[in-house]
C-alpha cells in the first residue's frame, strides 16, 4: 500500500515540475518578473 501513495506522489511531482518547466519555457521574462513581484507588492501602503 505504501507503495502505491509513494508512486501517486512521485506522479504528482513530476507533474508539477512539468508545469513548472512549461510556464518558464512559453513565458517571457518580463512576464516572469512581474508575477514573481506580486508577493512584495501586494501590500497597501498608508500615509
Given amino acids: ?3 502505491f501513495i509513494f508512486a501517486g506522489d ?3 511531482m513530476a507533474f ?3 508545469v513548472v ?3 518558464s519555457l512559453k513565458s517571457s521574462r518580463k512576464s516572469m518578473d512581474r508575477a514573481a513581484a506580486i508577493p512584495l507588492n501586494d ?3 498608508h500615509g
Fill in 21 to 23: 518547466i512549461w510556464v
Fill in 10 to 12: 512521485m506522479l504528482v
Fill in 43 to 45: 501590500e497597501v501602503r
Fill in 16 to 18: 508539477m515540475i512539468g
Fill in 1 to 3: 500500500m505504501a507503495y
